[in-house]
């Protein structure tokens, strides 16, 4: 599995960007597509993840009500609409994707196998 963000850029504070992930495999339905990010000095943290089947959507508590994910199941992709933007938002961000993860793990980095290159995004205040 290939996967390629791409989206991320500068924008103030209360601005809005668009990320987008594409992947290269065919059939995703036992799969989970997440976004995480991760800010200098700091460890890679979870922003929303997909369920590739039914397409459930979860949020860190970070971001809930700002973000929006989002999947595409012809195009293969999962969007990530980023509204209200804040400084704090700024990370290098990475879609991954992962097979057969319990719920209860699907913030933890370490149950998805396949990480994109990762989209920097910059919120200027």
């Known amino acids: 599995v290939q996967l390629q963000a791409s989206g991320g850029g500068l924008v103030q504070a209360g601005g809005s960007l668009r990320l987008s992930c594409a992947a290269s495999r065919r059939s995703f339905n036992s799969f989970y597509m997440g976004w995480f990010r991760q800010a200098p000095g700091k460890e890679r943290e979870f922003v929303a993840t997909?369920?590739?089947?039914?397409?459930?959507?979860y949020y860190a508590n970070s971001v809930n009500g700002r973000f929006t994910m989002s999947r595409d199941i012809a195009k293969n992709t999962v969007v990530l609409q980023m509204n209200s933007l804040k400084p704090e938002d700024t990370a290098v961000y990475y879609c991954a994707a992962g097979e057969r993860i319990i719920l209860s793990a699907k913030a933890n980095p370490r149950v998805y196998d396949y990480w994109g290159q990762g989209t920097l995004v910059t919120v200027s205040s």
């Open positions: 997909i369920k590739w089947s039914g397409g459930n959507t």
